[in-house]
């Protein structure tokens, strides 16, 4: 009993110490985007389909670092992907730069997740994806701001070599 009391009272502890150093802002978002998907059709043949990719994410950013947690789909001749990914971006200016009252923060990052990829016979296969970003975020205003960036994914989906994409997202920040 003492045991768990005590474990209780250092998480409690611990838990209240790490909100007051790692306190973050929450945000959700919309995001949408113009992408490429380099797939190999039923007849072994090399295809590229372009198209708008639109997504919902949910995430938390401090100065330094932004998680989050995403979810995407396209739609385009008889092709369609559902992808859902876990990105970690890193702010590349540790301080801000504020011009106009508006910051600006460049970001690097990388993300892992899901994938579901339907061809035209309507087959559909899973698999994993992973690949990098890169883009900036503009701030102007408290609770809202803007992000632009290019996002590069890889699959282990035998038929979807890679995709690929420019990506235009607006969080409100809680």
């Given at each position: 009993?003492?045991?768990?009391?005590?474990?209780?009272?250092?998480?409690?502890?611990s838990?209240?110490?790490?909100?007051d150093?790692?306190?973050?802002e929450?945000?959700?978002?919309?995001?949408a985007?113009?992408?490429t998907?380099?797939?190999t059709s039923?007849?072994?043949?090399s295809t590229?389909?372009?198209?708008?990719?639109?997504?919902?994410?949910?995430?938390?950013?401090?100065?330094?670092?932004?998680?989050?947690?995403s979810t995407?789909?396209?739609?385009?001749?008889?092709?369609?992907?559902?992808?859902t990914m876990?990105?970690?971006?890193r702010f590349?200016?540790?301080?801000?730069?504020?011009?106009?009252?508006?910051?600006?923060?460049?970001?690097?990052?990388?993300?892992v997740?899901?994938?579901?990829?339907?061809?035209?016979?309507?087959?559909?296969t899973?698999?994993?994806i992973y690949?990098?970003?890169a883009?900036?975020?503009?701030?102007?205003?408290?609770e809202?701001?803007?992000?632009?960036g290019?996002r590069?994914?890889l699959s282990?989906?035998?038929?979807?070599?890679?995709i690929?994409?420019?990506?235009?997202?607006?969080?409100y920040?809680?």
């Amino acid at each position: 009993m003492f045991n768990k009391l005590s474990l209780i009272t250092i998480l409690l502890s611990s838990s209240i110490y790490a909100k007051d150093s790692f306190s973050s802002e929450r945000f959700l978002g919309i995001e949408a985007g113009y992408g490429t998907i380099k797939a190999t059709s039923v007849i072994e043949d090399s295809t590229e389909q372009q198209g708008v990719e639109f997504g919902f994410r949910l995430g938390a950013q401090n100065e330094e670092w932004r998680t989050t947690i995403s979810t995407h789909y396209f739609n385009k001749k008889h092709q369609s992907y559902l992808k859902t990914m876990l990105q970690f971006d890193r702010f590349v200016w540790a301080s801000n730069y504020e011009t106009d009252n508006i910051i600006f923060r460049p970001y690097i990052g990388a993300h892992v997740g899901w994938v579901n990829y339907k061809n035209e016979l309507n087959q559909a296969t899973n698999g994993f994806i992973y690949g990098g970003q890169a883009g900036i975020t503009l701030n102007v205003l408290r609770e809202v701001d803007f992000d632009f960036g290019y996002r590069y994914s890889l699959s282990d989906v035998s038929r979807v070599s890679d995709i690929g994409g420019f990506v235009f997202g607006v969080n409100y920040l809680y």
